[in-house]
């Protein structure tokens, strides 16, 4: 029988460069999406998907993540003594069970493969997921909920995709594809930020991944790739002839919260599918874009 899902690995250990100077003392995953954190969210479509343990790989300056999912005394306090029940239980909820969230250092950031990498003791011999909070996927059923049905039947790795427009491919990790049934890909090969003009195909994988422990002994290689960085997509290329691996093309909406247009979009769309921010949302667009 196939072994259940039970850990996810949030990589946090990145330097968000692209979105100086809000993250020169704040971490990109801490940038809220009209009143949470992005990094939240990739908590709640977890916990959402079953997942019971959460592994976050952090770097330098990522503290409040960690303040994020702990107690707050002294706020709780405030709002129990004001009666403010709503709020309190919106700040209580968040946080996890003792025991079921662990935190370690990338130490340096050298890429998203090594940032898994580093979870691997605290993984062990398991399938796991990984989510990437910068990519925020507005979906009726959650991304990964979505791929946990799909992993029960595939296995080995899986990973969401989506069509890209061809000069976009050098932006992410793309698929070979042998057999595409419109929903699910197999590939037979991966390519991290391929040129336009030699990218095999125009899937591309977007932050959610399940995936085989077998992909740490590659990782241990500690191999750059594109970018000067040691790839995730590397390694699942590398295991491709041993561990089948899919690509899902997902129901639902993925923005980039990396890039500023993205995170944009981001806070105007989840602000119109708000029922209590809607109408606001459609008068700020029609009074700042008219027509
Ligand atoms: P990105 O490449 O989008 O994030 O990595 P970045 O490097 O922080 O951003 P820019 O390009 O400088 O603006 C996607 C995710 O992987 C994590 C990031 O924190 C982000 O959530 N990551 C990336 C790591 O944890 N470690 C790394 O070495 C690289």
Redesign the pocket.
């Known amino acids: 029988m196939r072994r259940r899902v039970r850990k996810a690995i949030f990589?946090?250990?990145?330097?968000?460069?692209?979105?100086l100077p809000a993250t020169k003392a704040l971490p990109?995953?801490m940038l809220p999406v009209v009143d949470k954190p992005l990094i939240q969210y990739a908590v709640e479509e977890a916990r959402e998907a079953g997942i019971e343990e959460l592994i976050f790989?952090t770097?330098r300056g990522k503290s409040a993540i960690e303040d994020h999912f702990d107690h707050s005394f002294e706020l709780q306090e405030t709002l129990a003594a004001r009666g403010k029940e709503k709020e309190l239980a919106l700040v209580q909820e968040l946080i996890p069970r003792p025991g079921r969230i662990a935190y370690t250092r990338?130490l340096e950031?050298?890429?998203?493969g090594?940032?898994v990498w580093c979870a691997r003791s605290l993984v062990g011999e398991e399938p796991f997921a990984v989510l990437?909070?910068?990519d925020l996927v507005l979906a009726d059923r959650p991304c990964l909920a979505q791929m946990m049905d799909l992993y029960a039947e595939h296995g080995g790795n899986l990973v969401a995709v989506m069509d890209v427009p061809r000069d976009q491919t050098d932006r992410y990790g793309i698929l070979d594809v042998v057999h595409d049934d419109g929903k699910v890909a197999q590939a037979k090969g991966l390519v991290e930020k391929p040129k336009p003009d030699v990218a095999p195909s125009t899937l591309s994988i977007i932050?959610r991944y399940i995936l085989h422990p077998l992909g740490f002994e590659e990782l241990d290689r500690q191999e750059k790739g594109a970018g000067g960085?040691i790839q995730l997509t590397d390694a699942m290329a590398r295991t491709i002839d041993r561990i089948p691996f899919h690509g899902m093309r997902f129901e639902g909406t993925r923005f980039d919260c990396?890039s500023k247009a993205g995170f944009l979009e981001a806070n105007v769309a989840f602000a119109l599918a708000r029922e209590d921010l809607r109408a606001d949302a459609e008068d700020i667009l029609k009074r700042f874009a008219p027509g």
């Open positions: 990589p946090v250990g990145g330097l968000g460069t692209r979105f990109k995953e790989v770097g990338q950031p050298l890429g998203l090594h940032a990437l909070a910068d932050g960085e990396g």
